[in-house]
């Protein structure tokens, strides 16, 4: 089992790139998640997917989109890269879509807008 | 803001000390949670303890937590240099009017075990 694996690992944007951050899981978890780490703020919710065909808001949206079509898949789409967006990107997946309990994170992907 | 706050924000001990962290936080919890993340790689599930528990244990850790005081702490016993890491505490609570229990996370604290 590869469990969580995101891609690219790292990328170079210029501002008002688009591009889209890849999170794919084999443990056929109901709940994924997108956060984004920045120094001296934790981690924050960006969007969230309790199932397939089903997203939401988390608490920094803005300038992000996602979709869940299928179980495995939950990709995080910059539409136009702002240099706000500099960030480290964190998916997680957890078994229970209700009540997130143990939380299994990927390797994160290294953004940098220019 | 809901989101939680570690202290210290970093820790240097020698090995074979004791390590303890603490973590504070605003609203009701359902469970409170703590995740360990080595430089430059996702975020890994230490402990839960749930928001009818004051303390539990896995292996080195004891957590503790007081909800009356809305924190927790997090002691890792006879540390080792491969416990160096940043350690983030994490609160689930229900998110606005949905189903969906939220997890939030603090800002972390790193702690450095030197040899």
């Known amino acids: 089992n590869a469990g969580v694996t995101q891609t690219p690992k790292f990328q170079v944007l210029k501002t008002g790139q688009s591009m889209t951050l890849q999170c794919a899981q084999d443990m056929n978890h109901e709940y994924m998640s997108w956060y984004r780490q920045d120094p001296g703020m934790g981690l924050r919710l960006i969007h969230y997917?309790?199932?397939?065909?089903?997203?939401d808001q988390g608490e920094v949206p803005n300038g992000y989109n996602v979709s869940r079509s299928t179980t495995e898949d939950f990709p995080l789409r910059l539409l136009s890269a702002a240099p706000s967006q500099t960030s480290v990107y964190f998916c997680?997946?957890?078994?229970?879509?209700?009540?997130?309990?143990?939380?299994?994170f990927g390797p994160g992907t290294r953004l940098l807008v220019l | 803001s809901q989101q939680g706050e570690e202290d210290p924000q970093a820790l240097s001990i020698q090995e074979g000390e004791n390590a303890t962290m603490n973590c504070s936080y605003k609203t009701s919890i359902n469970n409170l949670q703590w995740y360990r993340q080595n430089s430059g790689r996702g975020l890994v599930h230490l402990i839960l303890i749930r928001s009818n528990e004051r303390e539990k244990h896995s292996g080195r850790l004891r957590v503790t937590l007081d909800t009356s005081k809305k924190s927790s702490s997090l002691l890792i016993t006879a540390s080792r240099a491969a416990d160096t890491a940043s350690y983030f505490c994490?609160?689930?609570?229900?998110?606005?009017?949905?189903?969906?229990?939220?997890?939030?996370f603090g800002t972390g604290t790193r702690l450095l075990v030197s040899p």
């Open positions: 997917s309790v199932g397939a065909g089903i997203t």
């Open positions: 997680a997946t957890s078994v229970l879509s209700g009540s997130p309990e143990t939380q299994y």
């Open positions: 994490a609160t689930a609570f229900q998110w606005m009017n949905t189903g969906f229990q939220k997890l939030v």
